[in-house]
């Protein structure tokens, strides 16, 4: 098993923990295990799907046009580089 | 100050504050002190589009079938959205570029009005298929009481900034009596006069645009006025960018990354700033109740629309460091996402109804039965 194979687990505050991988891309990971989360462009440039980024750190695959503060990501264009903890606004 | 189309005075853009700083001089993009805007506008420009290469020519069809609280719902929608840009395609340009004082900021506003007048543009366009004269329509935006009330609102804040800014740049700061009225102009009011504005211009694209099109893709989502919907989607995709730059402007205030003033006048003046937003709420629910007066639709009625307010007031508000101020658990119109997903925005002509590619443009639809009657 390669390390792009290997589940790493996303802690939901409120919510519960999903099981992806670094090469899904975040917004898909959620949307998957069910969670609801906003969303309009899924390109980087609107902040619909902005969620705060408690633990952990992401990789971008679009630079993010979006106003984001320092704690927060934009699931729709980041893929998590390992174990991550977040909290979604529903 | 007065103001210059080419200030002579070497300055250096990578330290001026966004707005009254020195003018700008030379329009260069090989250094940004918030590059942020020089993405926005090259992102904007990749979204360039035409509204005569959308057909929509169903509609005309569609739009007779629909009954008459959908067709005044339909048209009320369209002339609030007709004023919406009207403001929008030329007030950012006249308030904001004489009091900026970076090139890429500049540009970013020239571009982003451009793109409004692409949508006014385009108002006409469904306007001119819908009805043989759009003349009464256009003209009821002016006199319709429901409508002005809006524009009095929208516009207030830009007339405000924007004739503060001419005192200034005429007379400079001081007390300045106009017409028996005397107006205090010192940069503390015009900073002030430009938060507000700026506020009101968020709330302009955060929430007022979002009620209009939540209406139109009401329609889309029976598949009626799908024309328009698509219109409406490509519009839909270029205020996302316009409103991400608005709260970019308002945030760079607020942490203080760019004028120290700024950031203390967006403390002071927070729950003026959230009165706007606040104000804003309660206009679109007070045009909800207009827009099903005579009856709803299926799909959305008031109460629905009212929640989708407070959902998208909720969102857009805590985007600029503001509390959540409703209680909305859910979004409660999620098919939205998908019209608002950039990846639905059809770009590739030869996959789409539109006109200019398209050879035979007036078969927008041909089924089997049209070839009923011919023989070989």
């Not at chain 1, 949307?31 to 980024?53: D, M, N, P, Q, W």
């Not at chain 2, 700061?173 to 900073?191: C, D, F």
Request: with cysteine; proline share 4%; charged share 25%.
């Amino acid at each position: 098993m390669t390390d792009k194979d290997k589940v790493i687990h996303i802690d939901i505050v409120d919510v519960g923990t999903l099981a992806t991988t670094t090469e899904t891309n975040l917004l898909k990971a959620l949307e998957s295990a069910g969670v609801h989360i906003h969303y309009h462009c899924r390109e980087g440039f609107c902040g619909a799907c902005r969620t705060k980024l408690l633990d952990g750190d992401v990789t971008y695959s679009t630079d993010p046009l979006a106003f984001i503060d320092d704690d927060e990501i934009l699931p729709c264009c980041c893929n998590p580089n390992g174990p991550l903890k977040i909290k979604v606004p529903l | 100050m007065k103001y210059t189309t080419f200030n002579q005075q070497s300055t250096n853009p990578l330290v001026e504050p966004m707005f009254f700083g020195n003018p700008v001089n030379v329009a260069r993009y090989d250094q940004q002190k918030h590059a942020i805007f020089e993405k926005l506008i090259e992102k904007q420009i990749s979204f360039f589009w035409r509204p005569e290469e959308v057909d929509v020519s169903r509609d005309r069809v569609d739009f007779q079938q629909l009954t008459d609280p959908e067709k005044h719902i339909f048209i009320s929608n369209l002339k609030y959205q007709t004023l919406l840009d009207s403001v929008q395609g030329r007030s950012p340009n006249i308030a904001f570029l004489p009091i900026i004082s970076l090139p890429e900021l500049e540009t970013w506003v020239e571009t982003w009005s451009f793109f409004e007048t692409i949508h006014s543009r385009s108002y006409t366009h469904i306007l001119r298929n819908l009805f043989s004269d759009p003349s009464d329509i256009f003209a009821d935006i002016v006199v319709n009481d429901e409508i002005k009330r809006r524009a009095a609102d929208i516009s207030k804040y830009y007339d405000d900034l924007i004739f503060a800014t001419q005192l200034w740049q005429t007379l400079g700061e001081g007390e300045h009596t106009v017409n028996g009225e005397t107006h205090v102009i010192n940069m503390y009011e015009l900073k002030k006069k430009l938060y507000l504005c700026m506020n009101s211009v968020n709330a302009l694209e955060a929430i007022r645009f979002y009620v209009s099109f939540a209406c139109t893709f009401a329609f889309a989502e029976r598949k009626l006025m799908e024309g328009n919907s698509k219109i409406i989607r490509l519009i839909a995709r270029d205020e996302n960018l316009h409103l991400s730059s608005t709260q970019h402007v308002l945030n760079l205030w607020a942490k203080g990354k760019d004028d120290p003033e700024m950031a203390q006048i967006a403390e002071e003046c927070k729950e003026e700033a959230k009165a706007i937003f606040m104000n804003a709420v309660a206009q679109e629910k007070e045009w909800a109740d207009y827009l099903f007066k005579n009856g709803s639709m299926l799909g959305l009625n008031k109460e629905i629309l009212c929640q989708y307010v407070e959902y998208i007031a909720n969102q857009r508000m805590t985007a600029i460091g503001f509390d959540a101020p409703f209680n909305v658990e859910s979004n409660p119109l999620p098919w939205m996402n998908n019209y608002l997903n950039s990846d639905n925005v059809q770009v590739a002509p030869q996959e789409s109804e539109i006109s200019s590619y398209l050879v035979g443009q007036i078969d927008s639809a041909v089924s089997e039965d049209d070839f009923a009657d011919i023989e070989l």
